[in-house]
């Protein structure tokens, strides 16, 4: 992509959230590092569609978090391209508390608001991380992160929190807005950022939450922390 009519760069950025991921066992089990769980036959099957849709882009550089769901969907999605994956480990998704230490009957109201009032100074997700200091994090690396040259197409695979927090600061209203935007399982958003020299001048957001193995979102109305708190559920039954 060329630069754009004001003469700054413009950059575009693929942004996704990595595909569904195994955080419940086959025998209903929570697994035992959230961090460490691979995708889920569905979740491939999410990652592949994107990379049908993505085959004529041409990519000059690809990130991910590191951790193995990021990995997994961004190689996939790269299929056969002859591009290094690099990444970013400070881009990690937001930490949670012990959610086993949550009481049964707070359990519900826990993760069904735990997206709300992210702009609070002491709110935290789930009673980890506070959301202040998550944007404390996110925002920096991606800064600085996007700033280096010698890219003008960039595959970024991520997170849900990290993605809501990247749109926040490309639309301007920071974490305050996190709640507004959903990050189904393998999306994609869209995001151009021209440059004033290193500096990021202006994002233009193209597109939000794009998911190519459902165009139309037809039976998707599940929330992320709605379909989290059902395999919580689960895992607490078994």
Request: glycine residues 8%.
């Amino acid at each position: 992509m060329s630069g754009s009519s004001t003469g700054r760069d413009r950059r575009r950025i693929y942004l996704m959230r990595h595909a569904e991921a195994a955080y419940i066992t086959e025998a209903g089990h929570r697994a035992p590092d959230s961090r460490l769980v691979p995708l889920t036959a569905r979740g491939r099957s999410q990652a592949e569609a994107m990379r049908v849709a993505l085959e004529a882009v041409n990519f000059d550089r690809a990130l991910c978090t590191g951790l193995p769901r990021t990995v997994e969907t961004a190689g996939i999605v790269l299929g056969n391209r002859s591009l290094a994956l690099g990444e970013v480990p400070a881009l990690e998704e937001l930490k949670p508390g012990d959610i086993r230490l949550v009481p049964p009957d707070r359990l519900e109201a826990t993760f069904l608001n735990a997206m709300s009032n992210a702009e609070g100074a002491e709110t935290r997700f789930l009673g980890g991380e506070r959301f202040a200091d998550f944007e404390a994090r996110i925002v920096p690396a991606f800064e600085a992160t996007i700033a280096e040259p010698g890219w003008q197409s960039l595959l970024l695979v991520a997170h849900g929190g990290v993605n809501r927090m990247i749109l926040g600061w490309a639309c301007g209203a920071g974490r305050s807005i996190f709640p507004a935007f959903e990050q189904d399982p393998g999306c994609l958003n869209i995001i151009d950022v021209d440059f004033a020299g290193t500096v990021p001048a202006r994002a233009l957001i193209r597109a939000v939450n794009l998911t190519p193995y459902n165009w139309t979102k037809a039976g998707m109305t599940a929330t992320t922390m709605e379909v989290l708190l059902r395999d919580v559920l689960t895992a607490r039954e078994a």
